[in-house]
């Protein structure tokens, strides 16, 4: 399903904390349609890489390219933009809003872009249909199991199909049946051509639903290998 | 040190924003409340405290030299707490009386070593004693501005053959005196009168007790030794018709002003606790007794408490007594010293209001368990917030704009305060708008009736006077370019039947409706027949009479009957006088001789014609003709004008940042919510809209509702004011509410909570959200 574009580029991209590296010279490219997973132990830098990929924060040198943008150069107000119009994110704890139900926490994204709410509730409820859990729209996060909350932000972040997800230990704050749906879940969506990025812990994950590997140490890219899902 | 002590200090630096804005609302908070409880203070008794601070006279009495000696004056102390004199005593009638404010009337002077003593202490605010004969103090109130001005010109009094120059200007609050002098010179003068000031010991607080204290005094002493006496509440009386005017003022201004800085002490600080509540929990996790997290999260606030209240609460004491210390001033109550209960209550109470602020949800905290405390740090998510978000989330609005109506459902405690802080804040700020537009159209009304010019003949005995009749000199202003209307007028004291007091009539010619007279009428119309006259209030209230009564009056054996068929805020200039026609007036003055001196003429100029220019005018073509400027705000209106628009001011900005810091709490209490928004593509303007919209929703509401709670303030508290005056407002003066007026106001809400907002929403919006997304 992969194409030679890419769709993420870095070069050489470096990102220090007064006097901690967290990443040193990271170069590493992201094509249409792949599933990367990044692995490494806690501190290696692999979410500071999301971070810099997804314009959250800024590198201290070298590029990055999302989409064929230099994100490392844009403001915050476009930086927003971008990232409303090409990025969707999971996180590990949801982080979905406790005061709106499911079905208008997904919404959410598109009417920031100035949907109006009756075109945006509709796309959020064909997202939770293919989801699965569209008899749960109305229910707040506070009420929704683990997984289902990530499913709620996996519909959020697909809802302006974005060129690219970026997933930070989706499974990470679920029971394995959770992290099992919410694997089969990214995995289908890679194969019907979305390319993702997952930061993980969790082997299962990676070797799941990544088509490639690339494993950190000390903020730099130890190894790059080819998987075969699992 | 302890782990308490050790954990309260951690927690202190590590909410180096939450504690600043704590010590900030504090310091602004104890300022105004140092002020507010001043006014408070200085509107319930300026007489007295100036009077104790002065030690004034409960009476002045004037005893005959030639009936009863010093020495047994001196040794008279029956009833006596202090005593002061006996000073010789005499009274003088300068020769020149027009020449700068002296009294119509013969002038006091006393001979006194110096101004203090035990009794009457006197405040020289200008110039030195008299340390030598020739030399005087003359007593006024004080003046803000010496070097213009009639006192400007006092500079020497001539009176029964000598000369006393003018080496200063003093004030009593006993009223003993015009002047004062050395004792020499008096003694040269030849004192016709012995002066005592008493202090009485006991319960003097009515006129009948001063007698029978004075009657104990003078038990003893030769009969017909006492000329005269006058007790201290005679002075009083005049004081508090002086004093009634700001009073109703001060004290709006003041109970507002506490009860912004209580609320906002208490949002803040209860607000800052809530949001540590997270702490608390790790620190009940980590072993820390339900007391002593309570005590950190006490010494927490109690901190920038106490480094907020003090130097807050000496700002406030020099804002507060240089403020009440100009309102007063003029009354000549320069003692606006801070009274002890007020430090005391700035010092204490806001600290006190903080621990107690803090108290109440740290008491909560500590019934919480650990894990309970930790989930308890965020906004709450049920009941009616979650269905406002989600109708909210419906509408067609800007999605930033609808998160943030729904934001002050979250914490409906923390909304009402801060919503009534600035409900206050717009009450406040519209109070002090309709007082200066208040106190603008009364300043028109009378620059309106007082003219632009006054005109008077000069007295023979001022220099050569005008050799034009009245009908001449009228027809001379009328003639110079730039006259929009002239009134003439004249006045008589006419023989008033059933009273003892004579009645001043002032009879007017030319445009006298025009001049303002009219358009200020309170009841009644404008005279249409000879025998009509209106009156100003304070006439009708001194007299005891109405629209509607007839006055009977005298003169010369021809007697008629005066019928007053209006009511004005004021008449011309000088004692109050019914104003009747022209034409009226040899109907009821047998025998009308005026001298080229006795008319007085208001001039107003057409627009763009300098007054200054026009004075000269008239100068340049008579000079046998007084002439002034009348245009120019009065010391009331600019002292009431600047304490009101500081007040406001004052106010206003405590309630921003009472707005500052709930936008501030939200922002810290919803990081994780705003990390998550801006990582779907929510813009900072964005976030900046969201949060300032949710201030500004309640600036709406606050707006709404302060500002007819403001009118009403309004309406009720400056018919007091002025009845303390003894002056009735007309209509016109009162309803200042127009739409230009109106609409800023009801956006003044909206402006206090966007300025508020705007530094908190814009560190949210700028806020790394990187670290908050990854980590719960």
Known sequence: MTDQKPVVRLDGVRKEYGETVALDGVSLEIRSGEAVAVMGPSGCGKSTLLNMIAGLDRPTGGTIEVHGERVDAMNETKLALFRRHHLGMIFQFFNLLDDLPALDNVALAAQLT??????????????????????????????????????????????????????????????????????????????IGQTLLIVTHDERLAHRCASRLVEMGDGRIARESALERS | MSAVWRAARAAVRRRRLQTFLIGLVVLLCSATTVVSLALLDASSAPFDRTFAARHGAHAVAAYDPAKVTEAQLTAAR??????????????LEPDDRSVGPLPPHAITVVGRADPGGPVDQLDVWHGRWPSAPGEIVLAFP?????????????????????????????????DSADGWVTPEQVRALHPTGLQMLYRFTGDVSTKEAVNARLSGVTTGLPTG????????????????????????????????GLVVAVLIVGNVVSGAVVSGFRHIGVLKALGFTPRQVVTVYLLMASVPAVAGAVPGAVIGALGGQALIGEAFRGFGFGDTEISWWVWLAALLGIPLIVLVSALVPARRAHRLSAAEAITAGSAQRRGRGLRVQRA?????????????????????????????????????????????????????????????IGVRGLPSDFGTPTTRTDAQVEELLRGLPGTARVGVFADTELAAAGS????????????????????????????????????????????????????????????????????????????????????????????????PSDFYYQVQVTPGTSVAGYVAAVRAADSGLDVWDNTGGDEFTVIVAGFSTVLGLLLATVAALGVLNTVALDALERRRDLGMLKSIGMTPAQ???????????????????????????????????????????????????????????????????????LLPARAAARMTIA?????E
């Open chain 2, 687 to 757: 976030v900046v809209a969201m949060m300032v919209t949710s201030m500004a929703a309640l600036g709406v509401v606050g707006g709404l509702l302060g500002l007819p709670l403001g009118i009403l303030t309004h309406r009720f508290v400056v018919p007091m004011s002025a009845s303390g005056a003894r002056v009735r407002l007309p209509l016109s003066v009162l309803t200042v509410w127009s739409p230009a007026v109106v609409i800023p106001l009801v956006l003044t809400g909206v402006l206090i909570a966007v300025l508020g907002a």
């Open chain 2, 225 to 256: 030794a006492l000329i005269g006496a006058e007790p201290y509440l005679t002075v009083k009386e005049d004081a508090a018709e002086d004093l009634g005017t700001y009073l109703p003022l001060l004290a709006t201004f003041g109970v507002l």
């Open chain 2, 392 to 452: 909210l989330s419906g509408t067609r609005l800007p999605r930033a704009v609808s998160l943030g109506l729904g934001l002050p459902f979250a914490r409906p405690g923390r909304t009402a305060l801060t919503m009534a802080a600035l409900l206050l804040g717009v009450t406040t700020v519209t109070f002090a708008a309709g007082l200066a537009s208040t106190l603008n159209r009364v300043a028109e009304i009378d620059v309106q009736v007082s003219g632009d």
């Open chain 2, 771 to 775: 670290q908050v997304l990854h980590n």
């Open chain 2, 500 to 595: 003892n007091e004579p009645i001043r009539v002032i009879f007017g010619r030319g445009e006298v409706a025009e001049l303002g007279y009219r358009a200020q009428l309170l009841e009644g119309r404008w005279m249409a027949a000879p025998d009509e006259v209106v009156a100003p209030s304070n006439l009708l209230l001194e007299r005891g009479l109405k629209v509607g009564d007839q006055v009977a009056v005298e003169s010369g054996g021809r007697r008629g009957t005066l019928r007053i068929v209006g009511e004005t805020v004021r008449g011309p200039s000088g004692p109050p006088g019914l104003m009747a026609d022209w034409s009226s007036l040899t109907t009821f003055v047998a025998d009308p001789k005026l001298a």
């Open chain 2, 78 to 91: 029956t009833g006596v707490a202090a005593a002061a004199g006996p000073f010789g005593q005499i009274v």
């Open chain 1, 114 to 191: 100035g949907s109006k709410a009756g075109p945006a509730r509709k796309r959020a409820l064909e997202l939770l249909d293919e989801l699965g859990i569209a008899d749960r729209r109305n229910i707040y996060p506070a009420a929704l199991s683990g997984g289902e909350r990530q499913r709620v932000a996996v519909a959020r972040a697909l809802m302006n199909r974005p060129a690219l997800l970026l997933a930070d230990e989706p499974t990470g704050a679920l029971d394995s049946k959770a992290g099992e749906q919410v694997m089969d879940l990214l995995l289908d969506l890679n194969q």
């Open chain 2, 142 to 174: 004080p003046e803000e501005n010496m070097d213009r001005g009639p006192l400007a010109e006092m500079t020497s009094v001539s009176a029964n053959g000598v000369t006393l120059r003018v080496v200063g200007f003093a004030y009593g609050i006993s």
